[in-house]
Every structure is written in C-alpha cells, then in structure tokens.
C-alpha cells in the first residue's frame, strides 16, 4: 500500500467523486461555518433558484465580525451592521439552522467557539466564508476559507469541486528559548520562507515543537497558515487533541468517542509518505518576533534590525510604517495595543498576558484593548481573576468579538498611530484607514502596553 500523508488520508477519505485522474474531485462537507458577512449573499442566490439548504444540521452560525463589542446587551448602533445581525437571525430561522447570536452564552469568533463546543473534530472536513477557517487544521482536520458563491455550493449540496491541492511540510524540532510563544514560531516560519511559500499546497506542521503545543497553541499556528499563502494547515491529532475534544458540547460520547479516537490515531502521516515540499528550522533559533511592514512576511526577531531592500514594495511598505533600513524597533514609542482576534484571543493567551501584567500598570500613552474570542473565554477570564488583574493594570476588557482585527466594527486604530496587534494581518488600513500594525504575542503585546513602547522581552526573561 502506498504511504500517505495525513492531509491526504482525511482528503481521500471524503471525495465523492472525480471528475478524471488529474481534474477536480467533488469532496464532501462535514461542517459548514457561517458569519453574517460572507452568508447572506449565498442565502439570497439559493432563495431566488428555489434550492432548499440541503443539510441544515451540518451548517453552524455565529455573528462575530461586525460585531460591537461594548454594551452588546443594547441594540447595535451602526445601520449595516445591525441590518447583517438581523439578517444572519432571519435566514438562520427560516432554514432550521443553529445560530449562537449576540449574547449568547455560546457566541464568539467562529474559529474560537466551535473548537471549545468540539464542533471541531479530527479527521473532518470543515469550511467557512473566512480565509482564517485554516485555524481548526489544528485538530487534523482539513479546514480552509470559501468565497460566497462556494458557501451556496455548500448549502446546496453539502460539497464542494476542487483540484486537490500539493502537500508541504514544515518541521520544527528542539527547543524554544524562554518567552517564545506559538505565535513567534508562525512569525519566524513566514518570515524565513515568504507570504507566497505555500501558495497552492496545504501544509502539515511536524517536529517535537508542535506536538509540545497545546491545541490553543496549534490553532494559532494553524491559523496564520493562510499568511503564508497556503490553502491550510494541519497538524496531526494526538493524546493532546483527544483529550481537549473529550467532554465538549458536540464531541462524541461513551463508546461512540472511544471509537472515534481509534479512528483518529490512524490519520497521523505514514512514515516515508512524501511531500511536495519540505522545510526545517531549528526551534533554537526562534526568539520573540514582531513585524515591520505591511505583510506578515516582514518580520524580524525583536533585538534585529530591520533589513534593507531596494524593491519599490519593500520601499512602500516602509514609507507606510514610517520606518527605515536599519532601525531598530527597540523603544519605540506605541499608543495602541490590541489582544484578541481569531488568532490570538483564547484563554491561554489572557492567562500569559495577565501573567506579566500582574503587579504592574498600563503606560498613560497607551489604550489597551483585550478582547476575548468568546463569551465562554470571557467568562474564564472573569473566574480566574484575569479581570481583577486587567481591571488595576487600567487594560479595557471588552465583550467578544472579532473587533480591532479588522475594522469592521467601532474598534479601529486612528491614522498614523501604532497598535502592537495580536492579530493576523499588518496590511495598510487593516485596522483603520492608515493605521500602522505591529504582529505579536500576546506576551509581546502586554509588555508593550506596560511599558508604552516596544521592549526586548528577553531582558525581562532571563
């Protein structure tokens, strides 16, 4: 039998058919994802045809982007984003769908709540109209973003016609020095290979590194898979993901999970399976990492200077971040800084954060923004004494949702001002109309705050 990779045994696993050998497949859907921002132009297509949705119970919904994230018990002020709210509400009735709407004890970022209630599951094919769905790759499972047209796809048939995509591999084995989160393992990995470097495969994160992370820690490696242009990223499910799934809302139970795990423990990739590509870094040579221009591809360790490059993109994208060749970034001076979105805003990382900030108090220059990706992530927060611990630094908790990310919503970042982001992009105006953004750790992030400029929060370790 011929040796397969794990993408490629969850791949096979779930193709209805092909069209011929080297042409597209038509892959079954087993969870479909869903936001008031991409799903309403499906809705209305299917409507106008007459097409029924053909596997409601399969299809979750949550309203995260648009979302406001104070006062959410109060009617949401801004006309287009109350008129999607109550759209995503209407269609989701009318078509038996589940919908954890504002407020709901459930309700968060779509890639933050469906892990916790164990929507997500190893083994399982997942799709959301939100380039980030690469996040639940983490359980080892093949996950990845839709347009809205593949979103009525889905409604309609439960699956989807796609060319199956390369394999690629990144292995990261040894160990990581002091301070250096999954977050800066990503940062690193984009940074050496480039935004392009997985354009057109799907790729599985191998090596002692990632099978140490806990899963919040593979969810956000997995996440920023899509800043290096892949269509995903995967990472194959063990004791650690079995336990995490075990107990949750929607995860199986009794014999039916026992059965389910056995399956599971058959996907990891088969020893000498080959990939189209492969890489490998040395977890030593990670230190903490942040960003310096308008992708996340430009990154650099925290105590380097920024590079040189005379390419009129690499020129621009400087002249945007008003940085030069050579600088350090080292004391720089930031106003805002932003904890959340769906990379970075699970319990773990508030529990990082409020570790540092303990004892300590926010900069005056600085507002501080911690926004948690669930309501279930922001009632921890609340249980664990997180809050007291924001609360006396002088951070600002907010209510759940996808928030300063995007700038979708009220919490934008003011022209030419510097926010140090936990998020997952730095393009220009990601956060506002000429915001600049600084990718982080949360670690990275709550120092900044502390201090009102950027630190090496190596000296702070040691």
């Not at 590194?209 to 969810?219: L, Q, T």
């Not at 107990?247 to 009794?254: L, T």
């Not at 990739?269 to 990670?286: P, W």
């Not at 982001?421 to 956060?431: C, D, L, V, W, Y």
């Amino acid at each position: 039998m011929s040796k397969k990779t794990l993408f490629d045994k969850v791949w096979d696993a779930h193709v209805v058919s092909s069209v011929d050998d080297n042409g597209p497949q038509i892959l079954y859907v087993d969870k479909h994802l869903i936001h008031e921002v991409t799903s309403p132009q499906a809705f209305n297509e299917l409507e106008d045809r007459g097409i029924p949705i053909f596997r409601p119970d399969q299809i979750v919904a949550t309203a995260d982007h648009n979302t406001p994230t104070l006062n959410q018990d109060q009617p949401v002020r801004d006309p287009l984003s109350r008129q999607q709210l109550e759209q995503l509400s209407k269609n989701c009735k009318k078509n038996n769908i589940t919908l954890y709407e504002l407020g709901h004890q459930y309700n968060g970022i779509v890639h933050v709540m469906a892990p916790e209630l164990g929507v997500t599951q190893p083994g399982s094919t997942m799709v959301c109209g939100d380039s980030h769905t690469s996040t639940h790759g983490a359980f080892g499972a093949i996950a990845f973003g839709i347009g809205t047209s593949q979103v009525a796809q889905v409604f309609a048939s439960q699956c989807l016609l796609l060319t199956k995509p390369k394999s690629l591999r990144v292995s990261v084995n040894g160990k990581l020095k002091k301070g250096v989160l999954p977050k800066d393992v990503i940062l690193y990995i984009i940074s050496k290979l480039g935004t392009n470097s997985g354009t057109g495969y799907f790729c599985e994160y191998a090596g002692n590194v990632f099978e140490d992370m806990s899963m919040e820690g593979r969810m956000t490696v997995c996440n920023m898979s899509i800043e290096m242009g892949a269509r995903g990223g995967m990472i194959a499910p063990d004791e650690t993901t079995f336990a995490y799934v075990k107990d949750r809302k929607f995860a199986p139970k009794g014999k039916d999970f026992e059965n389910k795990v056995a399956y599971w423990k058959t996907l990891p990739t088969d020893k000498g399976a080959n990939f189209d590509k492969e890489y490998h870094f040395d977890a030593a040579d990670i230190e903490p990492m942040i960003t310096y221009g308008t992708n996340p591809g430009m990154g650099i360790k925290i105590s380097e200077t920024i590079p040189a490059d005379e390419t009129p993109s690499f020129k621009k994208a400087l002249e945007y971040m008003n940085f030069e060749a050579g600088e350090r970034l080292i004391n720089k001076p930031i106003n805002f800084v932003f904890i959340g979105s769906c990379t970075n805003s699970r319990i773990e990382d508030f529990r990082v954060a409020a570790k540092f900030i303990k004892g300590k108090k926010k900069a005056d220059n600085v507002t501080a923004w911690l926004v948690p990706g669930s309501k279930q992530v922001e009632a921890q927060i609340i249980e664990e004494g997180l809050k007291t611990v924001f609360d006396e630094a002088g951070f600002e908790l907010r209510q759940p949702g996808c928030s300063a990310c995007l700038a979708m919503n009220d919490d934008k970042i003011p022209q030419g001002q510097y926010c140090v982001s936990t998020s997952n992009r730095n393009f220009e105006g990601r956060q506002g109309q000429g915001s600049r953004t600084i990718l982080a750790s949360p670690l990275v992030a709550a120092a900044t705050a502390v201090e009102g400029k950027i630190i090496d929060i190596t000296k702070y370790l040691n």
